[in-house]
């Protein structure tokens, strides 16, 4: 079945680490996306992919990195500079971006936690 | 910038009640609008859209219209059920940034 994989579900960092979440796309999608929820605040942009090796920060990049190496795979590293990581995060893609009628797919999301 | 606003939640409803979910966006250009749901645990699915003025997306029971002269793109629907529940966000496309989405209004409707 064509979807988009986020793993892990779970996910503790502890204080100084640096930790990686995985997002993978089968669809063909040429754009891929970060996203981060946190109660009553919504979702909130972190970086986007338009295409391979290329990508843009989002509203709130600081403390995250991503690489976009292959089309299926948009991986985001949170960093030890994010000093406020816990949330869930969801990733998103899309066949283009900015097409006026495009929707996303998102996956499961990753829920991460400070221990 | 661009934005959108929806109404805060809670809601509550009971089984067969009315919702109405209001959004308003920002008015640059003719963006796209959508209403996106998330159930617990779970990532967004797109419930409906709509790509210009006066267009009507609808889904599962669910309908906004496209609302040019108001800006808004309010969610309703006549008969909710307990399988409603859920979060939903309001979001525009358009511009050069990619999807924008209201903070969500969680619904939660009791039998």
């Known amino acids: 079945d064509g979807g988009i994989t986020q793993s892990p579900k779970y996910l503790f960092r502890k204080e100084g680490q640096n930790v990686t979440l995985s997002c993978e796309q089968n669809l063909n999608h040429d754009a891929m996306y970060w996203y981060r929820q946190d109660p009553g605040q919504g979702l909130r942009l972190i970086y986007y992919?338009?295409?391979?090796?290329?990508?843009q920060k989002g509203d709130i990049a600081e403390g995250y990195s991503v690489s976009r190496e292959k089309k299926e795979s948009f991986p985001l590293t949170v960093t030890s500079a994010q000093k406020n990581p816990t949330a869930f995060y969801l990733c998103?893609?899309?066949?283009?971006?900015?097409?006026?009628?495009?929707?996303?797919?998102f996956g499961s999301g990753t829920q991460l936690s400070v221990l | 910038g661009d934005s959108v606003t929806q109404m805060e939640g809670p809601v509550t409803l009971s089984e067969e009640a009315f919702l109405t979910i209001n959004c308003t966006y920002t008015a640059t250009g003719y963006p796209s609008l959508f209403w996106y749901v998330q159930y617990p645990g779970e990532g967004l699915q797109l419930l409906l859209k709509a790509t210009k003025a006066d267009d009507k997306g609808s889904n599962k029971g669910f309908e906004a219209t496209y609302r040019k002269e108001t800006t808004s793109f309010h969610l309703e629907k006549g008969s909710v059920q307990v399988s409603d529940s859920a979060v939903y966000f309001c979001a525009r496309l358009g511009g050069n940034t990619p999807l924008v989405f209201g903070k969500g209004t969680r619904l939660s409707v009791i039998a």
């Open positions: 998103a893609s899309s066949r283009r971006h900015e097409a006026t009628n495009e929707k996303l797919f």
């Open positions: 992919s338009q295409i391979v090796n290329d990508f």
